[in-house]
């Protein structure tokens, strides 16, 4: 029994099932329709002054949010446990196993433009409890993984800096197995 009365198919008929009232998704925006500043304030020219900072709040926020998090996948990707040599040739068996970082803290710097947290001062929080000044191998800057990751984690901090103003004192504790940003005023303990 036909739980559809009046829907049935016959065998060898083909039918075609069409969503009229779905509109067809919009057509994705790429990058280079934003890049003429005459052009996009050409599109924008009838929108009101809310809807256009409605759409820049949005856009910054979301810059931001994708900003934190390719952040923290640099930072992930520097506290790995004994990370690939700048050199492939280096013999590594020899290192000793370290205890795991699992939290990465930032101390602010002052600048000519204001306070940022500083890309220099770098604490790592390892799981046994030591916490030990980050550094940068000698020769990561050889390296062109390295010199693009020491490079994009530099302008990720500024920005973070920016979007979320740090005060003068201020510690940014980042927690890795979380994501967890934390700021505080005080020394992180694991």
């Known amino acids: 029994m036909n739980p559809y009365p009046g829907d049935t198919i016959e065998v060898g008929v083909t039918r075609t099932v069409t969503t009229v009232d779905t509109p067809p998704p919009p057509p ?32 910054m926020g979301e810059g931001d949010r994708r900003g934190v998090l390719e952040l923290l996948g640099i930072l992930r990707w520097l506290c790995e446990p004994n990370p690939a040599p700048a050199d492939p040739a280096a013999d590594t068996a020899d290192l000793p196993e370290e205890s795991p970082v699992v939290k990465v803290e930032f101390v602010t710097q002052e600048y000519e433009d204001g306070v940022f947290w500083s890309s220099d001062t770098i604490f790592l929080h390892r799981a046994n409890g030591t916490v030990e000044d980050y550094e940068w191998p000698e020769d990561h800057l050889q390296d062109p993984e390295w010199e693009a990751k020491a490079t994009r984690y530099e302008d990720l901090l500024a920005d973070y800096s920016r979007s979320d103003h740090p005060e003068h004192g201020a510690h940014l504790i980042v927690t890795l197995a979380t994501g967890e940003f934390t700021v505080t005023s005080k020394w992180s303990s694991v």
Do not use: C, I, P, Q
Not at 32 to 46: G, N
């Open 28 to 59: 994705r925006l790429e990058a280079a329709d934003f890049a003429e500043k005459d052009t996009v304030l050409a599109m924008v020219a009838h929108w009101s002054t809310d809807e256009l900072y409605t759409l820049g709040n949005l856009l």
